[in-house]
């Protein structure tokens, strides 16, 4: 009987990379045998590392070589026969079920495809710009996560947020781009828009800043629209909004117009890595307008403070209002 | 998932013709040959490095037939400049970078793909990594999503790096040669490789 500290993945990737011992060996087997579902997930992942599909016939391969080889003034190869390398992909655990996977895209099952779903993130403090194979550029904000669906581009054009991104969206009226975010969709209809949505906070915000966009809940929004859909579900959309604050953040500018304290504390976790706490009856819901464009962290929260009427107190990265 | 493997259905690895050193002399050996104009060892390299050089190309381009032009033209490139061919230690080392090398730049001709590019001065190498925890095993459903999702957020270097390794049993020295990096660094991206292995395991036996 085998315990769980036998499963040491040092030896499972030794054993991968072809340098365990043969005692090792049949060590691992052993264990594999014991625990099909970690064989037939290291498998899997294993397999699909490089999926690609059956390379070119050798032969054939040298014979269009060898003609391109000829085309060029030197002497033709002379022609003969001999043993090729085995492959060293065919790994002995689980190919069956590899083989005949389906792979969860954001939207549909598709068999082996021939690409896998991009995930893109930034950490704190860090943004970045995406562009995309179709033109459409994704500015990312930082604590954010984007996923480009591996079937992006044939029909449609999906993608999935958890954070905040402003789409500049490249036309393609053949090809519909969505963006997922939670439970909400917000298809561009030619479009330049934000979405913000955090799951640790579970609401979702969409930003139009040009054109029109589809937004599951919401209906059809055009520019200067904002919607704002609650984490219980609540939808309110503002017309003829302010939406340069809303995108600012693009240029490395926090600025703010009537945003909920909640979203503030939130940017200031994502974008300079400090936790404030406010100490004040109801403070998620008291509204902050104003710019903390530029500022180092401490006097960022010194103005968030002054607004607020209240004083902050440090210890490190943590600040407390009150 | 359906759970095909049993007791004597695992094998060992795949048991290979030569052993790597012998390999890597016997292409050492070619190369040379083919310094002399020698065709048939010409053949005889390509006949045993294409498969597993296509495969590779194809991690990079996505597509077979650009896959396949890759390795042919590294091959001719070859042939072509055969007398001052200057190939050593490893052979194989030298055409998985010469591939590799072909493949950035035609992905950067071609604008295939996507393009990111960080803006901030904190630069985190390798841009964030979504691993797979448990918030994801609520969130994903089943193994195969998280499986996907692990693989999806594998950063590129690494997974040439892991490809290298298991499936084309590169060495370090080989693959830092092909990443165009230090051994060290090649033993940190493995030592990540494992980290990603060890989640799986946990992530398996948790469900």
Known sequence: MSSSDELSPELFERYLAGETTPRETAQVRRLFAEHPDVADALGAYVARLDPSGEPPDTDASWAVLRDRLAAAPRRPPVVRRLPTRPLRWALPIALAAAACLTVATMVTRRPTPTALPRVYTTTVGQRATLTLADGTAITIAP??????????????RDVRLDGEAYFAVAHDAARPFTVFAGTVTARDVGTAYVVRHYTDDGAVRVA??????DMSGAGLLRAGDIASRSADGAMRVEHGADTDAMVSWTTGRLAYHDTPLADVRGDLRRWYGIDVAVRRAASDTVRF???????PAHDAVALLAATLGLKATWQGSHAVLR | MASTVGPG????????????TAAAARDLQLAAAIRRGDAQAFETLYRAYHAALWRFAHLAVNSSAVAEELVQDVFLAVWQRRETWDVRESVRGWLYAAVRNRAIKHRRHAQLGERLVVDTTDEVPGLGEAPMDSHDAVEGGDLEDAINRALAAIPERRRVAMTLRWKHALSPAEIARVLQTTPESVRVLLSRARADLATLIGYVRSV
Do not use: H, I, K, M
């Open chain 1, 143 to 156: 604590g954010s996560r984007l996923e480009v669906a591996a079937d992006f581009g044939r029909e449609r």
């Open chain 1, 208 to 213: 139009v800043r040009e054109g029109r966009v």
């Open chain 1, 289 to 295: 307008t104003g710019s903390l464009a530029g500022l």
């Open chain 2, 9 to 20: 259905a695992v094998a060992g690895p795949a048991p290979v013709e030569l052993s790597s």
